[in-house]
């Protein structure tokens, strides 16, 4: 027993994965006239670390339907579902990302077992020390820069990810208006490594944007 989930025939657990230094979270408004399958298996060649499909607006059979042609197309590239941990359980997907306000990380564990990725958004130092209380993997913090895709929302700036990545010893994921311009600074902060929607879905060529982004990394994603 492990987590409240029993493992079969008495074998462990394989080792959850490492946590990917870049991550690719979907938005289909930002695809332009390209499918976002396509543009995701681009991205996957290219060597995006993650991608996590957040298309809130779809109900659970398009959603699952979205993650299983995901799962296809990007091979051993890890697939996380945004908020809904039973699509994840459904996709056979490699994880689910937890909203701020969504399920306990330790449901979602009991959900999806020992061995997935589980991370949750945070805005803060103490939302990020909650989520490593309740055994998260990594955390996703924003908003860093400003986006669009938060048009109300203060950016947080450089200083928030020093002081997350000080106070927790998990992986703290960066988001918000970050490219490549500014993704080395992100991580000279502290950031584990970045989250971006625009900065690859967005590009002319994701690929080209996917290496950028990895080049300003600076190591492997």
């Known amino acids: 027993m492990s987590d409240g989930i029993h493992v079969l025939r008495g074998d462990a657990a394989p080792p959850r994965p490492p946590v990917p230094r870049l991550h690719l979270v979907t938005d289909r408004r930002l695809r332009g006239d390209r499918s976002l399958v396509a543009v995701v298996a681009e991205a996957a060649r290219a060597g995006v670390g993650a991608v996590q499909l957040r298309e809130k607006d779809l109900p659970g059979g398009a ?35 937890l909203p701020a306000a969504g399920l306990p990380v330790g449901v979602a564990r009991r959900l999806l077992g020992p061995w997935a990725l589980i991370g949750r958004s945070v805005h803060g130092v103490e939302e990020a020390r909650r989520a490593a209380d309740e055994g998260a993997d990594y955390v996703i913090l924003g908003t860093i820069f400003a986006t669009g895709s938060k048009p109300g929302r203060a950016p947080a700036g450089l200083a ?57 990394l600076g190591s492997e994603c």
């Open 63 to 97: 959603l699952l339907a979205e993650a299983e042609v995901l799962r296809r197309v990007l091979g051993a590239t890890p697939l996380l579902v945004n908020d809904r941990a039973d699509v994840a359980l459904a996709a056979g997907a490699a994880g689910v990302h």
């Open 160 to 216: 928030l990810v020093a002081a997350t990545a000080r106070a927790v010893a998990l992986p703290v994921i960066a988001i918000g208006g970050i490219n490549q311009e500014n993704a080395a600074a992100t991580v000279a902060a502290g950031a584990h490594g970045i989250a971006v929607m625009s900065a690859i879905l967005s590009a002319p060529s994701p690929a080209a944007a996917t290496a950028a982004l990895r080049a300003a």
